[in-house]
């Protein structure tokens, strides 16, 4: 029996840190679909805030943000140690805490990751680091340790008594990534040229197209890890066929998203449009998130689509509000996880309407309320956006002093 546990145990452990591998994945894509959508003179700078916030949460995280949301496994981590009940012995640290930390990290990355494409063409570099130290290492862990850490919220409630259930992070990471950059965004203003003083909405084109197509893909396979990986075992019968139904459903709700955006799109604006197609494949991704694993096939699509199109109706609507979202990451991560929430009673009984919304305006509030203090503080202190020079000459000079595409005449406009 010993030895039954043993291969178990390592064959859980490898495939939670496989997945954890995909997710860090996700960290490349976000990197490619920002980048293809911001315009080239801006594109060593938002390769830059992607690959140094994935640095900043790692290191937050592992210095207090894991204790603040999981306060024994952190304390094990720290000791580097597992104090394993199930062996009875203390061994370097494997499963827990490690391979836990390691898989609740670059969760972490991903939440930070959905601020970076929506601040993306006029935020100073620094100022958005500085907002990531605080994000990953107080702000998310803190919501975190309410939802995913089982702790009551200020002593007030618990959510998982409520009723509320968010499988693998449609609310708890997408929600809160888009709180935190819809709090950026209001206080830094739109780029210049976004919006004309008659109330006309002029669309500012991405630079590469196939690099954000690629990062769309990217993002797609690695959310098998998102949310496979959220089952946390697959070495026995039952996490197996779990496993295989997670995948599943995740790939038919992100084909689900596309195709109802694609199809939205053609009829609002009369062509098929490659950025919201786009869009609507992450969103009917983030729709499922929060219960991958009840859903039939057919239904997790339809909820896909549910997502695909809430994302489009959601970009043009807070374009009209003059919300100036480059990429549109507070309508796929925001809006789109709050359905997701809300659909998880659909196909969960251990879930009720009202623990759903009560977890949502508590992750909500939190998140936007906290980040929006930072923001403040930032911009009353360093400053968070860049002078109108820089920004028409592209903040890849002024905030990283060199240029993605050298060879080539840099875009002013």
Known sequence: MNEIFELQYALDTFYFLMCGALVMWMAAGF??????????????????????????????????????????????????????????VEEPATYAPSADFYFQVVFVATAMSIVSGAVAERMKLWAFLAFAVVMTGFIYPMEGSWTWGGQSVFGLYTLGDLGFSDFAGSGIVHMAGASAALAGVLLLGARKGKYGADGSVNAIPGANLPMATLGTFILWLGWFGFNGGSVLATASVESANAVAVVFLNTNAAASGGLIAALIVARFMFGKADLTMALNGALAGLVAITAEPSTPTALQATLFGGLGGVLVVFSIVGL??????????????????????LLLVPLTNDASTLSGQLIGAATIFIWVFGVSAIVWSILKSTMGIRVSQEEEFDGVDLSECGMEAYPEFVAAKS
């Open 31 to 88: 990197a490619m679909l920002e980048a293809g959508l911001v315009r080239s003179k801006n594109t060593t700078e938002i390769l830059t805030k992607n690959i140094s916030l994935f640095a900043v949460a790692c290191t937050m995280y592992m210095v207090c943000g894991y204790h603040i949301m999981y306060a024994d496994l952190g304390d094990l981590l720290l000791r580097g140690i597992t104090g394993d009940g199930a062996t009875g």
């Open 319 to 340: 374009d009209k509000l003059k919300i100036d979202d480059p990429v549109g990451a507070i309508s796929v991560h925001g809006v789109v996880g709050l359905l997701g």
